[in-house]
């Protein structure tokens, strides 16, 4: 009796629609399409805290190991991990990582190529995809995935070796900022009325009236009196650009005024706030991270950075089949027969004054319990 069948005999999932294929019309989450692909680059362009969230959880994901199964390998696996290249970017499988969990966050999906040498048996290095040209769907078998290239034709061209391809997408392949660029227009509509009311009123600008007596003759001559008014006054005003002060001394009934001085600016902090809490829970990442002090108690500080630890490790358990597939693909490379394993490097959001308080008070304590067994000893 076989315990298990050819991938050809597999039953077809029930939850696949039945047509003439009994996998026909299985797909894998949307593929992005270029013009979501520019909207979410621009988005990350114009709001400054969306690019710095992301950036800080590429950033808090932590470093990892890879640990091979056979100590003797380990030193290979090492040196390959280090220094192996990634396209035109760097080195490192921590680099690679770093740009496929960037598109990951930013696209909703990501996917690399583990590039063979000439010969075939060497890796010669790693290359991060372009997501909105590569297009998934699935083969003869729903676990099965078909990848194609679209060129700058939009015509899409199936990828010959698709077991070099590593992929990965969050849930639904929905980017993390899916639903912000709506608030995210409201924002930046408001911080551009606030930067056009400054140069209405932030930038000072003065009226200056000059009312000539009918009684006088300053009424007969006051358009020569008004332009030498408005001559001196220009050159006093001009003269304050390089660093001298000039009073402005005339005779008459002359009025000088700030033109809108009366005028408030709208108090635009509830609005602001309220669409930066939207993108800051969209975003899963406490707000003291991006300088933004609305936490009020150390408590809530503290259970935020709970939330985000649970978030840094959801996207570690996405990111580790990727990277075991990396190791593996290098030991079967080199004819090795042992598998790898990742080691993250723990997280830990503490402040650096918290860790030295405590280390302070630990080592106080060990002092004092070596004091007491000093002295029982004695």
Not at 1 to 10: I, Y
Not at 306 to 330: A, H, K, Q
Not at 334 to 356: K, M, P, R, T
């Amino acid at each position: 009796m076989k315990l298990f069948k050819r991938k050809s005999d597999r039953a077809a999932p029930l939850l696949v629609p039945s047509q003439h294929s009994p996998f026909t019309g299985f797909e894998l989450p949307d593929t992005v399409e270029p013009f979501e692909k520019e909207l979410f680059d621009r988005l990350r362009y114009t709001v400054p805290v969306i690019d710095a969230a992301i950036m800080k959880i590429i950033r808090l994901t932590g470093g990892f190991r890879l640990v091979c199964s056979d100590e003797k390998y380990q030193s290979e696996l090492d040196n390959f991990c280090e220094n192996v290249p990634v396209g035109i970017k760097g080195k490192s499988v921590g680099t690679f990582v770093d740009c496929f969990l960037d598109s990951m966050l930013t696209y909703g999906s990501a996917a690399g190529e583990i590039v063979p040498d000439i010969e075939g048996g060497n890796i010669a290095g790693l290359w991060n995809g372009d997501i909105s040209r590569i297009c998934i769907s699935s083969g003869k078998d729903p676990f099965e995935r078909k990848y194609a290239v679209r060129d700058n034709d939009g015509i899409l061209h199936n990828v010959i070796h698709p077991e070099r391809i590593v992929y990965a997408s969050l849930i639904g392949g929905n980017s993390l900022l899916r639903g912000l660029p709506a608030l995210s227009s409201i924002l930046m509509r408001i911080y551009q009325c606030i930067g056009q009311n400054f140069d209405r009123a932030g930038n000072v600008r003065y009226a200056v009236t000059y009312r000539p007596e009918k009684d006088t003759g300053d009424f007969a001559h006051s358009r020569e009196r008004a332009i030498q008014i408005a001559k001196e006054w220009s050159d006093g005003m001009n003269s304050a650009k390089y660093g001298q002060v000039k009073d402005f001394v005339a005779v008459g009934d002359i009025d000088i005024k700030v033109i809108g001085a009366e005028n408030q600016l709208f108090d635009t902090n509830v609005p602001v706030r309220q669409l930066l809490e939207q993108i800051v829970a969209k975003l899963s990442i406490p707000p003291f991270l991006l300088g933004l002090s609305w936490s009020t108690t150390e408590r809530m500080s503290s259970q935020q950075a709970d939330i985000l630890t649970s978030e840094l490790e959801y996207y570690r358990r996405l990111l580790n089949p990727v990277i075991c597939e990396i190791g593996n693909s290098f030991l079967c490379s080199q004819g090795y027969d042992a598998v790898c394993s990742v080691e993250w490097v723990n997280i830990n959001l503490q402040d650096e004054s918290a860790l030295a308080d405590a280390r302070l008070k630990n080592a106080q304590a060990r002092e004092i319990e070596m004091r007491l067994n000093n002295n029982n000893n004695n």
